[in-house]
């Protein structure tokens, strides 16, 4: 995220917005949540749930920052808790069999794929089937595990620590998850996805 952002038509330094939202800033909040709001979308749908109940899950999480203290000590450290709390929150809303779904849930409740979020903000409407059908090849390779650590490493820039707690292991493991992910694609000298992902 660029130091100086635009809101509203006026161009605002981002450590001011963020100190004026962890003040509880309305301006503030709703510029966090125009940000954040397509990015968490596309995590919620890759992670299998429904549209609707990603984007009430989403608003949830909102507010109930709006309410509570803040303790967020930077903008990503932001990022990585909205991240991690809608799929927090997803998990519990799938796994509680709270709502009925034709979607294939795996024993990990939510089924991750990055292929949506990478098709729809990187390729051209005409390149969209060629490429599509290649990356679900390279994906195919990969676990949904694999596939939700590079999502997070290269589409969210989080760091392995963050990645971890995300995931639930170690960061020495989410590093080799991701490091073997890589691997795994290379081995079939298919680079297109790495090369989209940089």
């Known amino acids: 995220m660029d130091k100086i952002v635009r809101f509203n038509g006026s161009l605002i330094d981002k ?16 510029y966090f949540y125009t940000i954040f709001m397509p990015d968490l979308f596309a995590y919620g749908i890759s992670l299998g749930a429904d549209e609707e109940i990603v984007k009430d899950s989403i608003q949830d999480i909102f507010v109930n920052i709006h309410f509570a203290e803040k303790n967020f000590h930077s903008v990503e450290h932001l990022k990585f808790f909205l ?17 009925r779904t034709a979607a294939a849930i795996t024993d990990d409740v939510l089924n991750f794929s990055i292929t949506t979020t990478v098709l729809d903000s990187i ?5 969209r089937m ?5 990356i679900d090849y390279l994906l195919s390779k990969l676990t949904s595990r694999q596939k939700e650590g590079i999502y997070l490493r290269y589409i969210q820039e989080l760091e392995y620590s963050e990645i971890a ?7 020495t493991s989410a590093r ?10 290379r081995a079939d000298q298919q680079l297109i996805l790495i090369q989209l992902l940089y």
Do not use: T, W
């Open 83 to 99: 991240l991690k709390s809608l799929k927090n929150k997803l998990y519990n809303i799938y796994s509680s069999k709270r709502v």
């Open 165 to 171: 707690e995300i995931l639930g292991m170690s960061p």
């Open 15 to 30: 450590d001011q917005m963020f100190a004026r939202f962890l003040a509880n800033c309305d301006e503030a909040f709703s």
């Open 176 to 185: 080799k998850l991701i490091s073997r992910s890589l691997k795994r694609l």
């Open 123 to 127: 390729i051209d409407h005409e390149d």
């Open 130 to 134: 060629a490429i599509q059908r290649k």
